[in-house]
Nanobody
Framework: QVQLQESGPGLVKPSQTLSLTCTVSGGSITMNYNYWSWSRQPPGKGLEWMGFISYTGGTSYSPSLKSRTSISRDTSKNQLTLQLSSVTPEDTAVYYC???????????WGRGTQVTVAS
């Protein structure tokens, strides 16, 4: 089965770049028709979709975040990366990676990782 695990620093200072990694096992990130997304959930708020990278390497981002967001991949390591620049305390959230597959659903999710933006 597909498993995803987010990792990265739990604390980031304002104005710095947040960088997270999603390690995928049980399935290739280059497999046809698999899309790999990042979402986040700030405290007390709903889940916010940030963007995705497709099996071909193409990307798409939320309009509200695209100026600061970069999603990439390392196919040799079967990993996804998320970079969010110029962070503020409002970027504090639990960050998730997930797969959107042939089922037309987000069928596999990581457990999420807490990121706090503070001085």
């Amino acid at each position: 089965q597909v498993q995803l695990q987010e990792s990265g620093p739990g604390l980031v200072k304002p104005s710095q770049t947040l960088s997270l990694t999603c390690t995928v096992s049980g399935g290739s990130i280059t497999m046809n028709y698999n899309y790999w997304s990042w979402s986040r959930q700030p405290p007390g708020k709903g889940l916010e979709w940030m963007g995705f990278i497709s099996y071909t390497g193409g990307t798409s981002y939320s309009p509200s975040l695209k100026s600061r967001t970069s999603i990439s991949r390392d196919t040799s390591k079967n990993q996804l990366t998320l970079q969010l620049s110029s962070v503020t305390p409002e970027d504090t959230a639990v960050y998730y990676c997930a797969r959107y597959g042939l089922s037309y659903k987000y069928d596999f999710w990581g457990r999420g990782t807490q990121v706090t933006v503070a001085s």
